[in-house]
């Protein structure tokens, strides 16, 4: 099942959650992923795998020593996740009360963008490649 040989991402984010029950629920509602492993079957959730229709997200419960370590209104993580339409699914989001940071944006490295918080603070962008932009356009080189 988790083996990259047979298609499973090769990276894929984990993120800790105090209600990881409300969280994978809202996530699913939100977003549009797919719950597609809970861990236990039943009783409060210790971990779950989303499909986001292209990677899976990994949800567990905060607590141990892989706590988030953010103080509050910092953002020590960031999730990106490739979707098809920016604007349907922005307009999805934030209907649904993802907390718009910043809305959907072309930006000059050829992607169209927004940034969304959920429920728990973790920072959500939503993104689609529009065009190639060579990196020296953009400010950027490649090294």
Do not use: N
């Amino acid at each position: 099942m988790y083996d990259p040989a047979r298609g499973f991402p090769q990276v894929v984010v984990e993120l800790a959650y105090a209600d990881p029950d409300r969280a994978v629920d809202w996530l699913v509602r939100v977003f549009g992923f797919r719950l597609a492993l809970r861990h236990p079957e039943s009783g409060p959730l210790q971990h779950a795998d989303l499909d986001t229709g292209g990677g899976v997200v990994m949800v567990r419960r905060t607590g141990g020593r892989h706590s988030p370590a953010c103080a509050a209104g910092h953002t020590c993580k960031q999730v990106i996740v490739w979707v098809p339409d920016v604007d349907r699914h922005f307009a999805r989001a934030s209907a649904a009360g993802a907390v718009v940071e910043q809305p959907p944006t072309d930006k000059p490295w050829g992607l169209r963008q927004y940034l969304v918080r959920d429920l728990e603070g973790h920072l959500w962008e939503f993104t689609r490649h529009l065009r190639d932009v060579p990196p020296g356009e953009w400010g950027a080189v490649v090294l």
